[in-house]
């Protein structure tokens, strides 16, 4: 495995201040989802970004990061990977992480690969089908990387970046069939020294561009719950976004 599953540090973080201005939608009537739209002025033509969130899933963050890709041109949608039940931020420490991968909070609500995928598809098609996406790039954070990784094939997606990834696959980073860029902490239990490296070695046999950029003084989670008062918090989440569009702009427009 090149990064670990989901634990404790996934849900701790700072809450970003701002007034989200996407909007809310369903995903296959089913699903929610939140919707970021870029200006005329702004807008790249047929470009999308699918944004796979951390376990905190549809929250404040994950919405302001989403108007963020959408000022910076790219129709933006976050999805409900958890099917109504993500992970609250700050849980206490005993929270039990394998049992809600397993069986949800309420024991019939999995969020295993069989019960995410079908979202994961059913998002892709509405950007495709509902707004016109052509060019479709996608950003996975902690939970979210797995799902980039695995539809990160040229035809469902075509440009990937993770920040912080949990649950990758040696299998599945070796498959994938476009550009994949890594935004990675210091301090990370899930993706440590040693994964990482192993992920460079793997994503050097497979051909395709890539990028792993290494931020100090940070932990895991850092890109969507880092504290903005701390200045290398701060920089450190603002230039893994910019790292993000820049991957976009460079290889999916």
Partial sequence: ????????CCSVGVKFSGEPTGKSIKIANKWEGYLATPSPDKVHAGAGVLYLPDVIGVWQNSKLMADQFAANGYVCLVVDLFNGDPVKLNRPADFDFPGWLTKGSTGDNPHTVEAVEPIVE???KTLK??????????????FGAKYTVRYLNGDDIKVGYLAHPSFVT?????????PLSIAAAETDTIFPTEERHKSEEILKKTG?????????GVAHGFSVRGNVDIKAEKFAKEQAFLQAVTWFDSWLL
């Fill in 1 to 8: 495995m090149t990064s670990k599953p989901p634990s404790q």
């Fill in 122 to 124: 059913a998002s892709i």
């Fill in 129 to 142: 089908e509902e707004y016109g996406v052509t060019k479709l790039g996608s950003v996975g954070y902690c």
């Fill in 170 to 178: 040696e299998d599945e980073l070796a498959a994938i069939k476009g």
């Fill in 208 to 216: 395709q561009l890539y990028q792993i950029n290494l931020f100090s």
